[in-house]
């Protein structure tokens, strides 16, 4: 193997089994480059780790404390990642997402090599304000014009970084992934729950304002109104990193209209939601490429999403769309879908999405350093 070894991975909350995209992506794939030979040390956030496992699936594992606030935890876990992955001898600092991007400069100034994985412009998602939109546009700046290499994980990305920061060198277009579907059946979870298989929709996400969970459930109530005899239901599985008003009215709104309420879920109870849902739905303003639509095709699933650039990259049948916050829209699409059977499945091609040809293209990159 040539180019470097050592790589210490930043800018995730941690892994594994710890909630959020960024923390998917790096759970599914850094397993995947040590196998590659590469000495891998993922930092994490102390607040969010429940043990204190000092190495999973051959990844070494680092906890460096964080204040748990969302306007500059990343920033200051991000600080204090840079200066401990130094003292670890990195080579390459591999930072996740733009708002720890901002600290770019700093790790080259520390000397190490720097690969960025921009997971989608962060700065469009609703709970931001004004200041922390800011600092994360500058971020985005940061780490696409110091950075060694910039890998993006959909073209709508790249065409971004390319318009913004003329950046069109060294950057790498690698999907997210999405790993091969693990079929469960899981009865005692589904008579805690109260739902049936095959008759429930199926939210998966976290419960913050960009992911429109709630026009989901107006939808729903929609669709029940024009089919009060239908049984099925609403399943949201998900939960918030910080609890706020959008998230308890969420929740709120949700209990009001029965609908079901699983809280954050992995492993088995996840993978047997995925497996007997009537169809997924993701009904976002603000993706980069979204794991958890990958995840639901996996499962052969029908799904409902919106049409933003992120989710129509992904190439769908154009009946599964509908336009972003169109609560009529989405009823009649959910109609639409649960009319052609409680247990249809569809077959999709996912061969662009496989987690061990995105390692092989990330450690190409981790090569040419």
């Known amino acids: ?38 000495d891998v040390t993922v930092i994490r956030r102390s ?4 043990d204190e496992d000092p190495l999973w699936n051959g990844v070494k594992l680092v906890n460096v404390p964080s204040p748990k606030k969302k306007s500059f935890e990343a920033i200051i876990h991000s600080f204090r990642a840079i200066n401990k992955a130094k003292r670890l001898g990195a ?15 700093y790790a080259k100034l520390r000397g190490m090599k720097v690969v960025f994985t921009h997971h989608g412009p962060d700065y469009d998602r609703d709970k931001w304000g004004f200041a922390a939109k800011t600092m994360l546009k ?4 940061m780490g696409c014009l110091f950075a060694d290499d910039v890998i993006v994980i959909s073209n709508v990305i790249k065409n971004l970084i390319a318009n913004k920061y003329n950046r069109t060198k060294r950057v790498h277009l690698i999907y997210n992934g999405v790993p ?3 079929f469960v059946d899981y009865p005692e979870y589904f008579s805690e729950l109260g739902i049936v298989p095959e008759q429930y929709i199926l939210g998966m996400c976290r419960f913050v304002p960009e992911k429109n969970l709630h026009h989901l459930v107006e939808a729903f109530v929609k669709y029940k109104s024009q089919h009060p005899d239908s049984p099925v239901k609403l399943v949201l599985a998900g939960d918030t990193d910080f609890e706020d008003d959008y998230s308890r009215s969420l929740k709120q709104m949700a209990q009001k209209n029965g609908v079901v309420l699983t809280g954050f879920v992995k492993g088995e109870k996840l993978h047997s939601l995925l497996t007997h849902a009537s169809c997924y739905v993701l009904p976002s303003s603000h993706e980069g490429l979204p794991i958890a639509l990958l995840e639901a095709m996996s499962y052969k699933l029908p799904v409902v999403v919106s049409d933003i650039p992120a989710n129509l990259e992904v190439n769908l049948p154009q009946d599964v769309y509908f336009p972003v916050g169109d609560v009529a829209q989405l009823s009649m699409r959910l109609d639409q879908t649960l009319s052609q059977g409680l247990g ?3 077959t999709y091609d996912l061969s662009k999405y496989h987690w061990t040809q995105i390692a092989d293209q990330v450690c190409e990159v981790y ?3």
């Open 1 to 38: 193997m040539a180019g470097v070894k050592n790589v210490v991975v930043t800018g995730t909350r941690g892994i594994p089994n710890i909630m959020g995209g960024v923390e998917t992506h790096c759970e599914e794939l850094f397993p995947l480059v040590v196998k590659h030979g590469y």
């Open 47 to 50: 607040n969010y780790v429940k």
């Open 91 to 105: 080579e390459v600092l591999h930072i996740h997402a733009i708002g720890p991007a901002i600290l770019a400069p």
């Open 138 to 141: 500058f971020g985005e700046r």
């Open 180 to 182: 091969d579907p693990d």
């Open 344 to 346: 249809n499945r569809v």
């Open 367 to 369: 090569k040419a350093l």
